[in-house]
């Protein structure tokens, strides 16, 4: 079976399934509201005493960053607005407490699930884990206890709550399984977090699984092996082996510099969305923020960011990120991004639109009040700020005049801001490609995006799933764009960095170090490895490679001559 494999590792041992009771509610006329009401707040009491406790084993286990998701869950609880609308419907539609949480939690859940961000979407489980917790308390429920497991066991789940993952005792759960969840859900952010192999999304699984079976779980391939046969538990066991090696040698990268056997030095930075990544990419120890993206600041609200706002966020990431750099992409905003307070135009290739600096340079009241932001807090850290979806000079140079005109703005205001503040673009647009020769000459750095990148390039929406099989960043003329892009960035004499997903690709990393690419940003769980992989390589050779891949006429063969050519143990 396959599920989604989101924290690496192997996981084998005896499974205990963790099955929510099935809870039918039911609708009840009631003729005392205000009993009810009595109810709903003695579990509110009892939910806050309970998340506290959790709050404070998490803390005390797992650590603050971790800890914080029951701070979100208490602010719910906190929540006059949530539990306002509770008591309303109580009182107006004279119905058991329950029911009446049940209702309102569904309603917000609805309207967090129609989101389009994946972050937004996410929040879900937060208010399921909370309201969950209510109606159990109202109902006299009790949860399966995953605090006191006496011997190590691999937990399958429909879904787990943070309040499950929060109790687990890491030394006991050797894995986990859900049915539901993708890549940044709870279960999945904090099974890499406590560094648990994990699969999620592998439907049906509390059916498939029975209590006690022996499963083998792989978190990198999203394989599940029920009951298997003793040559495949030896052949696993010899993987989990050679795994928990591998995450030695990692260890030992930390506070190492990342540098070729032959002495070239790259920079390998995190991606991040918001001022608290920042913990994630000081925990992994990186050596920047190769990409800030700042539309969550702007999705996460009902109304645009305030300049003041936006100074604090800026601030926060330059001050936390003690001297490291710090690129920070001005709104990029449209595509599959819409904030629900702005309106957007209905497009038929929104991918192809209005967006991020097509949108900042026509509304520049949004993108003034952001480099403004941006220059003051550049006075605090080393900030660097780019501009996304540039697919031509002119854009570049408007963007450029206007971030001149702020800048004497704040001068006569007498505001302090870095009056070197490098400014750099994204490439992720095949003009801008093509013209990098010409685009160097204007800018400080390039960052290649090669998310979109590789979808304008091969014409392969990236959303797409009927499509996603041509999504491929081993084509070709990705490949050779890249390396356009680095050469003529290197004319300049101005550094290339890469902020798209390829730059945490194993398999790609050798051939970007083979391209010279400057600076290599990616999710922070991902950089030690790629530390671990550039110390292992000799740019020279990898130069020697990529003389030949270029010559290679289709991504398979690039991918197969990268798998038998390039060792790096
Ligand atoms: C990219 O396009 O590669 C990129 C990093 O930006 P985003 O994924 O935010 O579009
Ligand atoms: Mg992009």
């Not at 890499?192 to 699984?209: D, F, H, K, W």
């Not at 499963?215 to 990198?220: A, E, K, R, S, T």
């Not at 490291?324 to 599959?336: E, M, N, S």
Request: charged share 30%.
């Amino acid at each position: 079976m396959i599920g989604i494999g989101v924290s690496s590792g192997i996981g084998m041992g005896k499974t205990i399934i963790k099955k929510e009771p099935t809870i039918k509610l039911k609708k009840n006329h009631i003729d005392n509201p205000e009993r009810e009401i009595s109810i709903l707040n003695d579990a509110r009491e009892k939910g806050k005493e309970q998340i506290e406790a959790l709050y404070q084993h998490a803390f005390n286990t797992i650590g603050k960053k971790e800890a914080g998701i029951f701070r979100a869950h208490k602010m719910i609880l906190e929540d006059p607005d949530f539990f306002g609308q509770i008591e309303s419907k109580i009182k107006e539609e004279m119905v058991n407490a329950e029911w009446a949480i049940s209702e309102v939690a569904n309603f917000f859940i609805e309207m967090f699930e129609a989101m389009e961000d994946e972050y937004m979407r996410e929040r879900v489980a937060d208010i399921r884990d909370v309201t969950g917790r209510l109606i159990k308390i109202v109902l006299g429920i009790e949860d399966t206890d995953l605090s006191n497991l006496t011997e190590p066991v691999i937990i399958v789940a429909e879904d787990l709550t943070p309040s499950d993952t929060a109790q687990m005792d890491r030394k006991k759960v050797i894995g986990f399984i859900t049915e539901v969840g993708g890549k940044t859900s709870h279960s999945a952010i904090m099974a890499r977090t406590l560094e648990i192999p994990a699969v999620v999304g592998l439907e049906n699984a509390t059916e498939l699984i029975s209590n006690g079976d022996y499963v083998i779980l792989d978190g990198d391939t999203g394989n599940v092996i029920i009951n298997p046969e003793r040559e495949v538990i030896e052949e696993y066991s010899r993987k989990r082996e050679e795994y928990i090696e591998f995450k030695k040698k990692l260890e030992e990268m930390r506070g190492q510099k990342s540098i070729t056997k032959d002495c070239f030095e790259v920079e390998i930075a995190a991606n991040i969305g918001t001022p608290k990544d920042v913990e994630g990419v000081l925990l992994n120890d990186g050596e920047g923020v190769g990409l800030y993206r700042t539309e969550f600041l702007y999705m996460d609200r009902d109304r645009l960011p305030t300049e003041e706002e936006q100074f604090e966020a800026y601030k926060e990431v330059a001050v936390k990120l003690e001297g490291r750099p710090v690129v920070i992409r001005t709104l990029d905003i449209g595509g599959d991004k819409e904030l629900s307070y702005l309106p957007f135009p209905k497009e038929i290739n929104p991918f192809l639109g209005y967006r991020a600096i097509r949108l900042c340079l026509d509304q520049t009241d949004i993108f003034r009040t952001q480099l403004r932001a941006l220059l003051r807090a550049s006075a605090y850290g080393n900030i660097k700020i780019m501009f996304p979806m540039i697919s031509a000079i002119e854009e570049l140079r408007q963007a450029k005049g206007i971030l001149e005109d702020v800048k004497n703005e704040l001068r006569s205001e007498g505001i302090m801001f870095n009056e070197n503040t490098e400014v750099g673009i994204m490439i992720e647009v095949p003009a801008a490609a093509v013209m990098s020769d010409l685009f160097a000459k204007e800018v400080d750095f390039f960052s290649i995006g090669t998310n979109d990148l590789i979808q304008y390039t091969t014409a392969v929406d990236r959303c797409n799933g009927n499509i996603a099989y041509l999504y491929n960043e081993f084509h070709p003329a990705v490949l050779r764009l890249i390396k356009k892009v680095i050469d003529n960035g290197h004319k300049e004499g101005i550094w290339v960095g890469m902020c798209g997903e390829v730059a945490g690709n194993p398999q790609l990393i050798p051939v970007l170090i083979g391209m010279g690419l400057d600076e290599f940003s990616m999710s922070a769980s991902s950089m030690l490895r790629a530390r671990w992989i550039v110390n292992n390589l000799s740019k020279r050779e990898m130069e020697g490679l990529v003389d030949e891949i270029l010559k290679l006429p289709t991504a398979e063969e690039v991918k197969d001559f990268i798998a038998q050519n390039v060792n790096i143990n």
